[in-house]
């Protein structure tokens, strides 16, 4: 078992050095998210009580659009590698595959975000008590991008025609995400009801995730 | 010992291969030929569960292998025709974290003697990335002796190696097969180590 859990953590130190490898890709994700705010204020204009109404609708649509940006990287090297094949014969199942990923995607693709959301909110005029309950959001909200981006990115293994099918299946399963995570930060009062919304579609997607990643990616090397 | 019995691949309806037998046993090298197209990835593929053949089944010790993919695996050395090693990280990250990865107890030394033999030595710490075809080729097939398995299955492990690897290679194999392992390799060379063909030509 402890031969297991350390095969997990030498994983993550790959994926780790992969990704710090990668910074310039996640920089460039950062300015995306930054240049896309600055855009909208532009032409929303600066009226800082639209911003505010607007704010956190804005900055959680980019936040979703940004995520999907990375999501080629996810499972494409590592299927086109072979590496997906070496993982699962040196102990890993498919589904552990996955879920790995979809931490490793968590805490090196969404927390950067994470960590700029505060900036960002500042730019759209949102005051500190929402910032708290849109980093709250973010965290379970985000968990559940990393699971959506795992099922859509390992489905594009099927299918490697159309990339852009992937992004589209992320945006339309992300829809209740969005509206349970802004609720959160405009109805303060509700708060408990939607984190508890928010918490069972999370679940819902750790317990689907890997198991329809793993089918995925089955059939992938399958008909490779 | 790797006993395959009566393997038959369909794919879209049409027959890659049938009536394959193989028998792998201790101190045994088999040698796969075929033209381009014949199967033999196909077949090694069967032959480690990664694909699901038609027909027949693979027996690892008399178990079939599906019983406990896992516990096939421990004894399996997979050298695929394309390179694994992640090409931002060196020569030694991608040795270390292979050596890490199979549990392997191969010392610091043997690591540096691999690297002497295959001529490796001087790019040790330069990225993948930066290497020739024929220097991944040494590395991928530098995993056959770090992880210390029983049984090797290589595809195409010739491609892109000079004469003098070659030799080295081969050598290796037969030492392998000495010492009591088996090795199954699909390649268009043919380096006359082999104990047995199985040609998939029709």
Redesign the interface.
């Known amino acids: 078992m402890i031969n297991f859990f350390s095969k997990i953590i030498i994983y993550f130190y790959r994926e780790y050095k992969t990704s710090m490898i990668g910074l310039n890709d996640l920089f460039v994700n950062l300015v995306f998210f930054f240049l896309s705010i600055f855009i909208f204020i532009f032409s929303i204009g600066s009226d800082k009580e639209i911003l505010e109404i607007t704010g956190i609708g804005i900055i959680w649509s980019l936040l979703l659009l940004s995520s999907t940006l990375s999501l080629k990287k996810y499972y494409d090297s590592d299927f086109n590698s072979g590496n997906l094949i070496m993982m699962h014969m040196n102990g890993f199942s498919y589904e552990l595959i996955a879920l790995i990923k979809v931490v490793s995607n968590f805490i090196f693709v969404q927390i950067p975000f994470l960590i700029s959301i505060p900036i960002a909110c500042l730019f759209v005029n949102i005051v500190f008590q929402k910032i708290i309950l849109m980093l709250i959001s973010f965290i379970i909200g985000s968990l559940i991008l990393s699971c959506l981006g795992s099922i859509s990115a390992s489905m594009n293994l099927l299918n490697k025609k159309n990339y852009s099918l992937g992004s589209i299946i992320v945006m339309v399963l992300s829809i209740p995400v969005i509206i349970f995570s802004v609720g959160i930060i405009n109805n303060e009062e509700s708060f408990l009801s939607l984190i508890k919304i928010l918490f069972g579609i999370l679940f819902i997607f750790i317990a689907i995730t890997p198991w329809f990643s793993a089918i995925c990616i089955r059939l992938a090397i399958q008909n490779n | 010992m790797l006993l395959a019995n009566n393997l038959q691949f369909k794919r879209q309806g049409l027959t890659i291969f049938e009536n394959i037998n193989v028998a792998a046993n201790p101190g045994k090298i088999i040698l796969i030929k075929g033209n381009n197209g014949s199967g033999k990835t196909t077949l090694l593929k069967t032959l480690?569960n990664?694909?699901?053949p038609a027909e027949g089944d693979v027996f690892w010790f008399g178990k079939n292998i599906k019983t406990d993919i896992?516990k096939f695996?421990?004894n399996?050395c997979?050298i695929?025709d394309?390179?694994?090693?992640?090409r931002?990280?060196s020569i030694l990250?991608n040795i270390y974290?292979w050596k890490?990865?199979?549990?392997s107890t191969i010392s610091d030394q043997e690591i540096i003697r691999i690297l002497n033999v295959l001529n490796l030595q001087n790019y040790a710490k330069q990225k993948i990335k930066f290497l020739s075809l024929g220097e991944i080729k040494k590395l991928e097939l530098s995993r056959i002796i770090i992880e210390q398995k029983k049984l090797w299955i290589l595809d195409e492990p010739f491609s892109n190696l000079d004469s003098n690897s070659i030799d080295i290679i081969s050598k290796t194999f037969i030492d392998h097969s000495k010492n009591g392992g088996s090795v199954v390799f699909a390649s268009h060379y043919n380096p006359n180590i082999h104990n047995e063909i199985i040609s998939l030509d029709k």
């Not at chain 2, 394309?82 to 992640?86: G, L, Y």
């Not at chain 2, 890490?100 to 549990?103: A, H, I, L, T």
């Open positions: 480690l990664i694909l699901e896992f695996y421990i399996t997979y695929m394309k390179p694994t090693s992640n931002d990280m990250e974290f890490k990865f199979s549990k």
